[in-house]
């Protein structure tokens, strides 16, 4: 089985109210799954990396499987490719708990989206935001 994976994360303020928000299909493009949640004051990175991490730990329950990871986050992106180079402490210790997640997969590959094509995890990161930060 191949899942697609949408994941993002939105800080208001930056660092300020943050949300992340987590979709799942199936082959076909139908959504099996989707998760949002408020994260309390954090960056967009910060917000991106618990993003990712949710998003890997809801794909553990369709093992055996692979994973295509879409995020409109250009750095977390190259930064899980290993093209870049994590300088952030705080980052690199998000960016480890993401790689042994990546290890319970068949093969998990990467790509970076704009932010047209991830409106459903960005709209439910909205979401958990406003529904904490009132």
């Known amino acids: 089985m191949k899942i697609n994976l949408y994941t993002d994360g939105a800080s ?3 660092p300020g109210h943050a949300g992340i928000g987590v979709v799942a299909l199936d082959e ?3 959504q099996i799954d989707s ?5 309390g004051h954090a960056t ?5 990396y618990r ?3 949710s998003g890997l ?3 553990q329950k369709y093992l055996p499987c692979s994973l295509n990871v879409f995020m409109d986050s250009e750095l977390l992106v190259n930064q899980m ?3 870049y ?8 210790v998000f960016n480890s708990e993401a790689r042994v997640h990546t290890l319970k997969f068949e093969k998990v590959v990467f790509e970076y989206i704009p932010r047209e094509k991830n409106k459903a995890a960005d709209k439910l990161a909205n979401l958990a935001i406003d529904s904490k930060s009132k």
């Open 44 to 48: 967009n990175n910060v917000a991106e």
């Open 57 to 59: 730990v809801l794909a």
């Open 12 to 14: 208001r303020g930056n």
């Open 81 to 83: 490719k290993g093209l």
């Open 51 to 53: 993003a990712l991490i």
């Open 85 to 92: 180079k994590v300088k952030s402490e705080q980052l690199a």
């Open 28 to 30: 076909s493009g139908s």
């Open 35 to 39: 998760y949002y949640e408020y994260i």
